[in-house]
């Protein structure tokens, strides 16, 4: 699931793009939202501040990730947004978007769709950060995200990717899966895992 | 913010309730979708069951929470959902409710505007369930929830319901707090925390 794909070609025709250098802000907290945000490449990290300029993050938004959708409902930002590292942006500006979207039902129809699916996305991923075995955390992973034979999960990136949605330490996800594919629980396999047997 | 404020007269009025006992299933995956369901007592979670027949929790809903949104545009449910407790539920009819969605587009809106501040909540938590040590866990809830002036935060449940937020266990959270006012930090009152330096 692409977070953009409901974009309508109206839509993207009036997208900009933006470099930003590491370390630089794209919105601060209070500024008049300017439209969605898509990272196109590096990351993009949103942040509110304590009143000793610690930063809180809300956010680490990577490349397909949208940003701050919630900022086109509102009429000022309510965290600042920084580089986590030089990266670029594309900008979809707030009043065509808003214009497109009271325009045309269906297309706010997939709008909405897409944000209910993120949310239970994540409300699957705190659901799963709740669980303290790290086998049960890969065995909830598994049974959410397998197809529908419940035989195999596709993996969308790298194990490290896998590791940090999952919550856990690079080694503690290597040797979990070490142990679950030496038990005959599952197997490894090209950008895939095999489940062999469900867990008693 | 109430999940369900968005919702109109006219969908309101469509509203019917169900009460269930504990362990009898609301639906089932695979079932066609009836509607929104907005939980008014009691929990309900949703799972998704791996081959043996092990529940993977989805989301667990409590009173006030909406249940599987994403259902409303889809031809059938992914998860099953079952009740954790007796519970009682409304159910606003999904024909009903897109009917009036397509109609009024400011409904709509604010329907997305609604998911949009879930899709920033989930992700702000998420983000916080990443923070190892209970003290920075709670300094991040403070920096996030406080009022205007980085000054106070007020609770909006018991500090039970705030402990499962933060993902720490009772005590945990109970001797954070108690630390962080010996150390000067922050004052407790009465449902609310109020922040008197911050972290260095």
């Not at 974009?7 to 370390?23: C, F, M, V, W, Y």
């Amino acid at each position: 699931m692409h977070q953009i794909d409901w974009i309508s070609a109206n839509i993207a025709a009036s997208a900009t793009q933006r470099s930003l250098k590491a370390g630089q802000s794209l919105f601060r907290a209070g500024a008049r939202p300017a439209g969605l945000y898509e990272v196109v490449q590096g990351k993009i990290r949103l942040v509110r501040l304590d009143r000793s300029g610690r930063e809180a993050v809300l956010q680490l938004a990577a490349p397909g990730d949208v940003l701050a959708e919630a900022s086109l409902f509102s009429s000022a930002y309510h965290c600042d947004a920084i580089a986590s590292s030089e990266a670029t942006v594309r900008l979809y500006p707030k009043s065509a978007l808003l214009a497109e979207l009271e325009r045309d039902p269906k297309l706010l129809l997939a709008f909405s769709a897409m944000l209910a699916r993120q949310v239970m996305t994540l409300r699957t991923r705190l659901e799963r950060r709740n669980i303290h075995s790290a086998r049960d955390r890969v065995r909830h992973y598994l049974t959410v995200n397998a197809d529908a034979k419940g035989r195999s999960v596709t993996l969308r990136g790298t194990l490290k990717d896998l590791a940090a949605e999952l919550g856990l330490a690079h080694e503690a996800l290597y040797r979990t899966l070490a142990a679950m594919a030496a038990d005959g629980e599952i197997e490894r396999g090209k950008g895939q895992i095999r489940i062999l047997r469900s867990a008693v």
